[in-house]
């Protein structure tokens, strides 16, 4: 069994788990505290690629015109901004893949100034030990090799 060691939560962690066999499939999640995080990480699915950032890369802001303005920034740079909303009542992130202006009037018709959201470039599976730690879920159903 593999053993991550996991740094203290700074102020949020994002995690993103990209779906064994999924096809593309991820998951996104917020964690504010290590019970939190711990709950997250215990539902993830066998095989699955984890990776939990403890910087600001996925920054957290509350909604409002400069919010806007920080998203067509992420986007002149990056092609596109991950902006996720908190899903009330568990720690699931809705997310959506921003590439135009027009893309944040579909996805967030009613968003409501002062909301919560967390905004950046889509994140590679860094592991530095500080500020992101990424791995694979181990799968236990996974075919054994055998030595010859």
């Not at 950046?120 to 996974?142: E, L, M």
């Amino acid at each position: 069994m593999m053993i991550k060691t996991l740094p203290e939560i700074r102020s949020h962690c994002v995690v993103l788990e990209r779906i064994a066999w999924g096809a593309g499939q991820t998951r996104w999640y917020v964690a504010y505290d290590a019970q939190q995080l711990g709950d997250i990480l215990s539902g993830a699915a066998n095989g699955s690629a984890i990776s939990c950032y403890f910087d600001d890369r996925l920054k957290r802001s509350t909604w409002s015109m400069s919010t806007r303005q920080e998203i067509m920034d992420v986007v002149k740079t990056s092609g596109d901004c991950v902006v996720a909303r908190p899903v009330a009542g568990s720690n699931l992130l809705d997310v959506a893949f921003v590439a135009g202006e027009n893309d944040i009037d579909e996805f967030f018709p009613a968003i409501r100034e002062g909301e919560t959201v967390f905004l950046g470039a889509f994140p590679g599976r860094d592991d530095d030990g500080v500020n992101a730690v990424s791995w694979i879920v181990p799968d236990s159903n996974a075919p054994k090799r055998i030595p010859h």
